[in-house]
Nanobody
């Protein structure tokens, strides 16, 4: 079992920045591929970014590429999402997730563990 707890969400003006964190406990964090997904109001959950267990491979949704950066600190069992140049379209509940393999990372069905989510609201 892996428990995931997100933090760092909040209200920010368009153009601003936020950094989300996801702390993992339970089984060894370092062996898992980690990702961020988000669910905008009234919409389906969508992929944001993923990172391999060593941090050597990353993937980003086109909508956030160049603005968001995913990273991890395995010594601290923590996943991060640095979000810059935020837009109103980034408003959503953000979830971190974990899976064993770095395959089809954009498919949310492949993730075994999920956090409870943190709300990000961007005002225009």
């Amino acid at each position: 079992q892996v428990q995931l707890v997100e933090s760092g969400g909040g209200l920010v003006q368009a153009g601003g920045s936020l950094r989300l964190s996801c702390v993992a406990s339970g089984r060894t964090f370092s062996i898992y591929t980690m990702a961020w997904f988000r669910q905008p109001p009234g919409k389906e959950r969508e992929f944001v970014a993923a990172i391999s267990w060593r941090g050597t491979s990353t993937d980003y949704a086109d909508s956030v590429k160049g603005r968001f950066t995913i990273s991890r600190d395995n010594a601290k069992n923590t996943l991060y999402l640095q979000m810059n140049s935020l837009k109103s379209d980034d408003t959503a509940v953000y979830y971190c997730a974990a899976r064993r393999s770095y395959v089809d990372v954009r498919d949310n069905r492949g993730y075994d563990y999920w956090g409870q989510g943190t709300q990000v609201t961007v005002s225009s």
